[in-house]
């Protein structure tokens, strides 16, 4: 099986377009040591054809143009894209299920019954696509049963429940429910190998650490390398936590926790903000990252599993 990083950025891409920060101002100016990155969004296949795209992110047009096997190659209209799997309703992760109207059939799309809720309500994308393609959505569940994903054979998928924040735009902002974001355990049902996979983690119990250990290779939130990063550059009021997302540095942050895991585990961060300087690659915090040997996910990053 094959995983494809297709967007390693969080909201808004690297550089975003209306940010000034040292790290957005110095790649557009090849000023620092550091690679473009689009936003939030992974693909998986079994057989390298049909692909469950993870997170229809608002760059996705530009994503299937760098990936040739997104794009159509069997009939006069097709996709490489056979299902989406949403891992929240935030803008990054579904903005771009709009760009994937002009399907001959409904998208089948695979998410919680809170995620399909909001898409049906507060930010209404399936009301809107039901005037063009239209959704077959599939609730998928979280007593922890496995899911064969529909029309995708080999593609297995399993939901976990995370402690994060759903949307900024959603009613359930501050009382969030298991459902408003997930983590998701792509199993190789050929292998047994499988890979976690989850943009958004605001929280790691030992629970979760030790389905962790059991992973060929995690792919977990990099959104902020400090609690307070947003507030010290004077670009937000709220801090990393806030946001749902578990920093990197510092006393239980997320690199304390990976390097509990077993070398045996591949480590990458994901999602990761224009504002975090894991983005420069020839800085203290790469360097870090790599004395503990956890990499950073670029776009067109691929992992067989
Ligand atoms: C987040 O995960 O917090 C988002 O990237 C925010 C956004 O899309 O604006
Ligand atoms: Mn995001
Ligand atoms: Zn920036």
Known sequence: MQLRVLGS?????????NCNCPQCDGVRQGRVRATPRTQSSVAVSADGRD?????????ILTQIRATAQLQPARALRDSGIAAVLLMDAQIDHTAGLLMLR???????LLATREVLAELEDSLPLTRVLSHYCGVA???????GSRFSVPGLPGVVVQALALSSSPPPY????SAPRPGDNIGVLLHNPATGARIFYAPGLGALTPELLELLASCSAVLVDGTFWSADEMQRLGLGTRSAADMGHLPQSGPGGMLEHLARLPASVRKVLIHINNTN????????ERAALAACGVEVAHDGMTIEF
């Open 170 to 173: 959603s009613p359930h902002r």
């Open 51 to 59: 692909w469950l795209l993870i997170n229809a992110s608002p760059d």
């Open 137 to 143: 959505p599939h609730v998928l569940p979280l007593d």
């Open 277 to 284: 300087p894991i983005l420069i690659e020839d800085g203290a």
């Open 9 to 17: 950025s969080a909201g808004g891409g690297f550089p975003q377009w």
């Open 102 to 108: 002009e399907r001959r059939s409904p998208l089948p």
